[in-house]
């Protein structure tokens, strides 16, 4: 039996999946769920050490923990501080996932399987939404990482789910490169946002339109204009520093959103240029592309 006062010499892994209704918390745990982490779902907060405390005893070995936990209320954020206070204490590693969406995404997903949000009340869907926004401001902010579901599919979010909470073995940092059209909105969860639009834009050349910043005509075009190369030299002297700094101060997740106008060329063609030179043993890139085919 393991005693939570007394750490074991590896720290035990927890992750709390929280955040918006409708943003995609049950997605997150079913991925988790098949990744081999026994997932307790809708827990209140204020029995997380619980939780930790009676899985351990029957285990010799700490699990993979993760916990869907839903804060409504300010009461709530202060019993799930706490209690995560209490778990580190204990020699619990948690990692909070907040998911979260746009007002539109979410009143869409609420309306299509017709049902009210849980905060609304007498009032309207949005009313209800923007009440748990405000709730939940504070552990947005200080959430380990932050998933935007707004375009994204069931099956992308599931592969983006998947490469966050890989295996320990990995690399102590992950970047997520993102490209996005600026028509379509700054992703949310963008720690660094990058304009591509001071580029020549493919979309006006009739021979390159068609394709995509994936395809070796457009990049090579792109890459080869005034400024594309010093660009990516610039940026990558830029996140030296940055990168060892997060490893430093213990970060795990970077999403890097790179952008043009409607994110199907020179976006894509510098996101995919920049993720095969951020690979290193320390550093492990992942690309997304947010608004390809959505034009």
Not at 263 to 290: F, I, N, Q, Y
Request: proline share 5%; glycine share 8%.
């Amino acid at each position: 039996m393991t005693d939570l006062d007394e750490p074991s010499a590896r720290s035990a892994e927890l992750i709390v999946v929280t955040g918006m209704s409708g943003a995609g918390r049950t997605t997150a745990a079913n991925v988790l769920e098949d990744g081999g982490w026994y997932v307790i779902d809708n827990l209140p907060p204020q029995l997380l050490v619980s939780m930790a405390d009676l899985i351990s005893r029957d285990n010799e070995e700490m699990p993979q923990l993760a916990a869907v936990v839903d804060v409504r209320s300010r009461a709530f954020f202060t019993d799930f501080r706490e209690g995560l206070d209490h778990l580190r204490d204990k020699g619990w590693r948690p990692t909070v996932i907040f998911m979260d969406a746009t007002d539109e995404a979410l009143v869409r997903r609420f309306e299509s399987v017709r049902r009210p949000h849980p905060l609304q009340g007498e009032g309207r869907l949005l009313d209800g939404i923007q009440e748990e926004r405000e709730t939940l401001r504070d552990l947005r902010a200080t959430a380990d990482i932050l998933i935007d579901t707004s375009g994204l599919n069931v099956h992308q979010l599931s592969a983006k789910v998947r490469e966050f909470v890989g295996g320990d073995d990995g690399p102590a940092l992950r970047i997520a490169v993102m490209s996005f059209g600026f028509k379509y909105g700054i992703p949310l969860d963008a720690d660094l946002v990058f304009d591509m639009r001071f580029l020549p834009n493919p979309f006006w050349n009739p021979q390159l339109r068609p394709h995509t910043g994936q395809e070796a005509v457009v990049a090579d075009y792109v890459l080869a204009q005034p400024g594309a190369q010093e660009f990516l030299d610039r940026t990558l002297a830029l996140l030296e520093p940055m990168t060892a700094g997060y490893l430093r101060e213990g970060r795990s997740y970077v999403t890097l959103a790179v952008g043009c106008t409607g994110g199907k060329h020179r976006s894509v063609a510098m996101a995919e240029a920049l993720a095969s030179r951020l690979d290193s043993d320390s550093v492990k890139s992942l690309v997304v592309h947010r608004d390809l085919g959505r034009e």
